[in-house]
């Protein structure tokens, strides 16, 4: 269950006082990336740095690095229990995410770091991270309609919800790919709060970071990936200048390249799980906007090489499934739908019935073969294969199902 508010997780870190400053990052989407981004600069450039995103990919505690590393799952496990101990001794009832929050800031404090990067769970304003006064800059990345029964309906309601984690004179980052509904929104919350705001676009790159622009004609780069670097760039400049004016943001930025976020646009061989030699396309996107950014590669950079692409599709329960799956299928696609197990740590999140999947994707005009697993993943996945031959193959519509899949891949490597 989603519980949204910031007096359990107060009570629950009152009397453990964070040694370490924050960058704080909201966003729909791309919150994810731009962690990944600057934990990775920060790390090169010899700062000891947290990060916690969420959810998990594969393991529950590997959702915390330390220096780029996932937390060793026996202080995960040590200090969870200390922090949940804590919750029933102060009878608090904190929720899971909660915990889990409470459970990665006092792992930074136990190991030292200088600067913990640090994901919005969901929304902003009441989100258990939003606890956080240590913060160096907050960083609001692409806003999407997503989550519209607990942030609202429009860009403009879910936008301030995100900006909520601005904070008075904390300087911010805002993604000026926005759109202006929500640009509009998190400005009104930049002037109230009287704040020194960046908005940064890549098409307008900052004077002062010129290997930014170099970065971007050196490497073919989705337009999404610009923009995160862009906002990652702007706020490990933000941190330098009050934590280590010595070090040069600009002389970092090409280290950028070599960041790789799993899960996102990300090519993998499935062997030995399947027969299949090629690699597949693994994206998480699980909502129209990160669809539109899948869908904008597949047809640009997949497509060409083969008309049609084979899918191996889930999606969580209550999602908006027909803008998701309509924008990025084609005449002709053949799709394997399936559903993913549970998520450990997030027990109301449930998957979405693939009956109900079936009947939206074979709405779509020209469909080629559907074919449902429930939730036999490996059947899904073999019969994908089979169809694509040595085509294009793409795994989406769940982060959830991307993990699955990752878990599969683990065990057959380990096997």
């Known amino acids: 269950m989603i519980e949204l508010g910031l007096s359990r997780i107060s009570r629950l870190v009152q009397q453990t006082p964070l040694s370490w400053k924050a960058i704080h990052i909201a966003g729909t989407n791309g919150k994810g990336s731009i962690s990944a981004y600057l934990s990775h600069l920060l790390t090169s450039g010899g700062v000891r740095c947290g990060r916690f995103t969420s959810p998990h990919l594969i393991d529950r505690w590997d959702c915390i690095t330390i220096d780029e590393r996932v937390v060793q799952e026996s202080l995960f496990r040590q200090i969870e229990a200390r922090v949940k101990l804590r919750d029933q001794t102060l009878g608090i009832g904190a929720s899971e995410f909660e915990l889990l929050t409470a459970t990665a800031f006092e792992i930074f404090n136990h190991e030292q770091v200088e600067i913990g990067v640090v994901e919005v769970g969901m929304g902003g304003r009441l989100d258990a991270t939003n606890v956080l006064n240590n913060v160096l800059v907050s960083v609001i990345a692409k806003i999407g309609l997503d989550h519209q029964a607990f942030l609202g309906n429009t860009f403009e309601e879910i936008a301030r919800e995100k900006a909520g984690i601005l904070k008075p004179g904390v300087k911010c980052v805002v993604d000026g790919t926005n759109c202006p509904e929500a640009i509009g929104a998190i400005k009104d919350r930049i002037a109230e709060l009287d704040l020194e705001a960046t908005i940064v676009h890549p098409d307008f790159p900052d004077a002062e970071l010129p290997a930014l622009v170099d970065l971007f004609r050196r490497h ?103 803008p998701l799956f309509h924008s990025i299928m084609r005449p002709g696609d053949d799709v394997a739908i399936t559903r993913f197990g549970p998520v450990d740590g997030m027990p109301w999140v449930k998957a979405a019935d693939p009956v109900e999947l079936c009947s939206c994707v074979q709405d779509i005009p020209g469909i080629g073969k559907v074919q449902s697993f429930d939730g036999d993943i490996q059947g899904a996945l073999d019969w994908a294969c089979s169809r694509a031959g040595g085509g294009p193959l793409v795994i989406a519509g769940s982060l959830y199902l991307v993990s699955d899949v990752l878990r599969l891949l683990r065990g057959a490597n380990d096997s």
Do not use: F
């Not at 999404?224 to 400049?237: D, E, F, R, T, W």
């Not at 669809?291 to 047809?299: F, K, R, S, T």
């Open 220 to 322: 073919d780069l989705q337009p999404h990936q610009q923009a995160n670097m862009s906002c990652a760039a702007a706020a490990l400049k933000a941190v330098l200048r009050q934590m280590r004016p010595g070090l040069d943001a600009n002389a970092s930025i090409p280290r950028l390249a070599s960041v790789q976020w799993p899960g996102r646009l990300q090519k993998l061989s499935l062997q030995p799980l399947t027969d299949r030699k090629e690699p597949v396309l693994l994206d998480g996107a699980h909502n129209a906007q990160s669809a539109e950014v899948l869908g904008e590669y597949v047809d640009g950079k997949m497509r060409p090489l083969a008309r049609n692409v084979t899918w191996a599709i889930a999606a969580s329960h209550g999602k908006d499934i027909r």
